[in-house]
């Protein structure tokens, strides 16, 4: 079994800064785009940013500038730096990633239970 266990949503007032790790753990193989996507109620997810390695990245526009994608490949985890927060930031954040699962051998697309972000004006 994979998971993808998400950490460091919260409360945090507009121009302040949060940071969201996500984890993958399981009998995994490798991992490949990592990414984190957010969704506002009766609104579609969205892509935030993602990421295949440091070099390829890529960002919603509206998040160009502030929001900062990273990953650990030694621990497959992904991070989210998310500074200048607006209240239009507010949402719950999901990790996504493409994982290769060990046994047997395939490629599967998981989520993470989501982190809200609420960020006062």
């Known amino acids: 079994q994979v998971q993808l266990v998400e950490s460091g949503g919260g409360l945090v007032q507009a121009g302040g800064s949060l940071t969201l790790s996500c984890a993958a753990s399981g009998t995994i193989s490798s991992v490949n785009t990592m990414g984190w996507y957010r969704q506002l109620p009766g609104k579609q997810r969205e892509l935030v940013a993602s990421?295949?390695?440091?070099?390829?990245?890529n960002y919603a526009d509206s998040v160009k500038g502030r929001f900062t994608i990273s990953r650990n490949n030694a621990n497959n985890t992904v991070y989210l730096q998310m500074n200048s927060l607006k209240p239009e930031d507010t949402a719950v954040y999901y990790c996504?990633?493409?994982?290769?699962?060990?046994?047997?051998?395939?490629?599967?697309?998981?989520w993470g239970q989501g982190t809200q972000v609420t960020v006062s004006s």
């Open positions: 990421i295949i390695s440091r070099r390829s990245t």
């Open positions: 996504n990633a493409d994982i290769w699962v060990a046994f047997p051998r395939r490629l599967t697309n998981y």
